[in-house]
């Protein structure tokens, strides 16, 4: 954690820098809050806040492990299976090695614009901090959940779908989708269903809670929140039921790891748009996510 960002007179400078206060005081105090160029991160208070409201808007945060490294390079990830055994007293203790993996985490920048009228900026009664922290947690915590998802790798972060293994492929022509979810349930491995949830849009989960047996009763739990006693998480960046595309998942988040390497910062444009009247509000961060072990998740892939 930054300690320059934690003090009062970071706070103080940078309520000044975002209402346009650009004395030479207020930028010497900010100095050290800078991750780049002329970009300033958020007092320490108010990033905690926007952490918070970020994982409201991106499953991976509140469901995933996150963690703020901001030295580039290979992060180190460990998973323990092993399990204790009955022994007797002269017997040697059981040995079972932990899995070590290292993994290369990057650095992809999001970045954002936002526009206020000057005369917003300008109004002590209007809170800007808490504005511009609300309106940034929505946009990153959507493209986040967007690129974790979806991500292919090379320019982006390797995702989800893409690093998951398939657990079952389901065919829409001749297929049950109803068995095939149970089967789906069973392709994950016990040791990670205990905290395990469902992923899926809105427009599957509606074609799953419309499934009926030959009598016309629903086939799936009344709950509109679990199946097979499991919380179902919707997304609309999870894709459609689709031939091709990996339209459920259902496993542990918990092995899905973000990684910050820049927290939110922030940058006032003084004169980009003051002839409309605006001022003008870069944001940008730097970060990456990885499922660190792809069996913990399991897709269904539709086909033909």
Avoid: C
């Avoid at 050290?32 to 952490?51: A, C």
């Avoid at 995933?64 to 460990?78: F, P, R």
């Avoid at 990684?259 to 940008?284: N, T, W, Y």
């Avoid at 970060?287 to 072990?293: A, C, S």
């Amino acid at each position: 954690m930054n300690r320059i960002t934690e003090s009062y007179d970071y706070a103080n400078a940078f309520k000044n820098y975002i209402r346009l206060n650009q004395a030479p005081e207020t930028m010497n105090n900010l100095s050290e809050g800078s991750y780049s160029s002329n970009f300033y991160q958020f007092p320490d208070d108010v990033r905690k806040d926007f952490r918070k409201a970020l994982a409201e808007h991106n499953l991976f945060r509140a469901y995933g492990q996150v963690y703020t490294v901001i030295s580039d390079g290979v992060i180190h990830t460990v998973s323990s299976m092993a399990e204790a055994r009955l022994t007797n007293e002269n017997e040697a203790y059981p040995e079972e090695n932990d899995s070590f993996l290292r993994q290369n985490y990057g650095a992809f920048k999001l970045a954002r614009l936002s526009k206020l009228p000057i005369n917003f900026v300008k109004d002590a009664h209007f809170d800007l901090e808490r504005y511009l922290q609300t309106d940034f947690a929505r946009s990153f915590g959507k493209a986040e959940e967007r690129i974790l998802m979806n991500g292919e790798g090379g320019k982006e972060p390797k995702g989800l779908l893409a690093t998951a293994d398939v657990g079952i492929r389901h065919s829409e022509a001749t297929g049950n989708l109803a068995d095939d979810l149970i089967a789906l349930f069973f392709s994950l491995d016990e040791q990670y269903r205990d905290n395990a949830v469902w992923l899926m849009n809105d427009k599957t989960a509606l074609r799953l809670r419309q499934l009926v047996d030959n009598s016309g009763r629903y086939l799936l739990d009344t709950s509109p929140t679990t199946i097979l006693d499991r919380p179902v998480l919707i997304s609309n960046t999870m894709p459609d039921l689709e031939q091709g595309k990996k339209a459920i998942a259902f496993g542990n988040l918990s092995y899905f790891w973000i990684v910050e390497r820049a927290p939110l910062s922030v940058q006032v444009l003084r004169e980009k748009f003051i002839v409309d009247g605006h001022i003008g509000f870069a944001a940008q961060e730097r970060l990456d996510g990885k499922l660190i072990k792809p069996d913990a998740v399991k897709t269904l892939e539709v086909t033909v």
